[in-house]
């Protein structure tokens, strides 16, 4: 099937390939391996400099610029990276534009070989105006796309500002700065990571510091260690299955073979189950002295905060490592000593004596919010967060003293830079290195390193915090160094990226293309709704806020305060103390819900609509899990002048949409401006929709190899299309549906609540201006029934190539219908209702008797469908309906 989508308000706008289908089984086994584990940092290490939520994989942009941006009707040059010689699988560019023809729903993949050659398109301008990240405008850049972005965040716009000045960046220059930084601190900073090796007698290198939270027995004043359960680290290497472990009797580090079992201290002997400690589900302590249970927050506001003890460390020993040990010896666990104790707290001293250093830590409080006072507005709400009772009030709160001492010696060599450039991403390795280098985040048990700050896009401070190496070590993670040499490699990517590309279930990586990544691009700091650009972007490619999902200005607050000690007097948008609510996003704490964002998408999407070219396209991706949450958009939408045209699923298990469960799910969005509505009934448009679902899911399951739920998602897009042509033209019982309760309806027939049959045809029949044949089987496609069945039924006859319904006066069905009625077998339709309704009333003879036998709210309505269809009221009169044809509108 072809899916040449009718004109919506530009009569002679061509449909572009990522409206008529799109490589959903190729690009995502791209992106499911590019998103896997660590694998981004290879695939494009450029997207990986700084965190930024939500970020999406790069191979679903660049698949969607090139079936964006790429049309029959554009100028481009295709060549190989690297080499740059001819394409052999295209000789001319004719080639290449009939390939783009031949693309549909069926066939996506004629131009599929291109997404690893350097596609270059001319006189095309992107716009993406929720940018975050910048993989977006990055991706669009690499097409030779004039490309602009917006954000209102100066975090985001800060992150990829750098992003995209990279190409421009010199890779050496970056180096020697760095080095002159490893020079003036690392020694410095290093010494304070020390620790005795426990296999001879030198010093070795601390990777993460173990601390537990402890307060004293609200009952017996007894000091009570924090603790979950006992475990340290999972066993590696020659110790691999098994478990180190805290014993509480004694403090040291056991290796056990199973941490939930019942097992003896290799130490004292004292014989415990490591999994059970001494703090449970809810937030409560039960005191191990006088088994007093209580709240940890609770006791934490009546003690006025709490104390945290170091308790064990994880090393790495290079000297061990030089001499041969094993690897379970030179990089373990083991229990921290008086040294280590008065190493925290020489560092500690140095810190408040330092007072140089204070001017390089954020002095602002944490502002309230959803994520970090919850409390004080209406806490009950889900996303809801409280650091306040955990004692955290000041941003430097968030840090222990070792933390600041040495984040603070490397940002003030980084203020030391004259290159206000190479300053800025060496300041973007540093506040990029805090993700693991606060005392926020915990130790993971299970891969044996830092966890990240914001694994629940929330603020949790951990019973157990980890404190990682700022500096950083051959080992480990999240640090300093390591977040410079990424940097270091994302400047180096930009100046010549590659790309990777799976054949035959291997990974291949393409050679260096010639175009640099952040060419023609402009980042702007600033709103949406600002943007006065008119009828000036061909496409705009972006991924707009999802209803309550994160809340981007509380959480960046976080990077915020330390890029400001630098950036306040360079850029206005670092002036404030904090980041500005004003995002388009639920927030509870601005008392902000679901008609204050659907209100401002809407204007947003208002803006985008008037920056387009009239024959512009709109594609976004979206997520959200609810019929309610794609009902806001899809109103949203609609509102501001768009029609959908296609939606495709993206990297997701979307099964249960075809089973009737919520499901959270990723989809592209593809839409069009439109100027024209066509009014419609909800029972025309329920048999449109129906029967557009039906013809997707045979032609996808016929052609295509796709799961349940990427045939589900790829259905729901050609409903919404169905729909947005008629968006606040939809009648139901003579009342406007909105697309939310569209959407719900839309749901229920692709999980199959709907069969269209003969009567569903007929209606359609009758609504056609002299229908032929032909029309008759285009209808009963995506149907339950045949044009036998409706013959078989007297609805149709033919005279010779003319088609003739057979409605209530026809001989044929009316001998047709009343045998049945005379029969009284119960299997008469609605339709043969009616129409056996109508001969009578037509006749003058009564129909009381039959209405009193018949009278449903499924007969009324399909009478009122007959008259509107036909223009003819008798339908109405007949069985006494309260309406009009006027009552439903010029059609």
Known sequence: MSQEHKDSGADSR???????GFPIER?????????????????????????WWARRAGSIFRAICLYTLLDEDTEFEVRNPGANGNLDMFTESDDIRESIREIDLSNPETIWDLYSKDVQVSDKKVLDPFMGGGTSIGEASRFGAESTGYDINPVAWFITKKEMEAHETDPEELEEAFQGIKDAVEDDIKQHYKTSCPNGDHETDVMYYLWVKEIDCVSCDETVPLFEDYRVGKG?????GKYNVYCPECESITLVDDWQSECACDNCSHEFVPKEGNVTRGGNYTCPHCGQKYGITDAIQEQDGYDQRLYALEYYCSECDENGESRGVYKSYKQADSEDIRKFAKAKKEWRTRTDLHEYVPDESIPAGWKTSASEFDGSAPGAGDIYPHDIEDWTDMYNERQLLSLSKILKEIDRIEDQNIKEYLLLALTGCLNRNTMMIGYDYGWNGAQAMFKSNSFDPPQRPAENNVWGLKHGTGTFHRKYELIKKSVEYAHAPTDRYVEDGETIETPEFDKPLGEDTTVVCDDVRNINEENEYDAVITDPPYYDNILYSELSDFFYVWQRILLQDEY????PEMTPRSEIVANPAQDKGVEEFEMELREAFDVVHSALKEDG??????????????????????????????????????????????????????????????PISWNALRRNIARTAQITREQLETDRDLSEGDIGVVEMGECFSEYSKHHGEVRKERKIMSAKEVVDEIYGIIQGETDLGEVDVFLDLISERDPTYNDLNKLCRGTNTTPDGLKDMRLFSMDDNDLILGSWNDEKRQAYVQNKVQEGNGDLTNLDKAHFLRYHYEQGKSVSKYLEKWDSDELTGLCEELAEATGDETYLKMVGADTSLSEFGDE
Do not use: Q
């Open 14 to 20: 061509r449909t572009l390939p990522i409206e008529r």
């Open 27 to 51: 690009v995502n086994e791209i992106a499911s391996k590019e998103t896997t584990g660590g694998a981004r940092e290879y695939y494009r290490p450029i997207y990986c400099m700084h965190k």
């Open 236 to 240: 590696r290497y020659e110790n691999k």
């Open 572 to 575: 206005d948008c670092f002036s």
């Open 617 to 678: 396209i709109l594609t976004f991706t979206y997520h959200h899990s609810d019929s309610e949450s794609w009902g806001e958009l899809l109103e949203a939408l609609c509102d501001s002048g768009f029609v959908v045209t296609a939606t495709y699923p993206v990297t997701a298990d979307l099964n249960k949409l075809t089973k009737g469960e919520a499901v959270s799910f990723d989809i592209i969005v593809v839409a069009r401006p439109t100027t024209d509505r066509e």
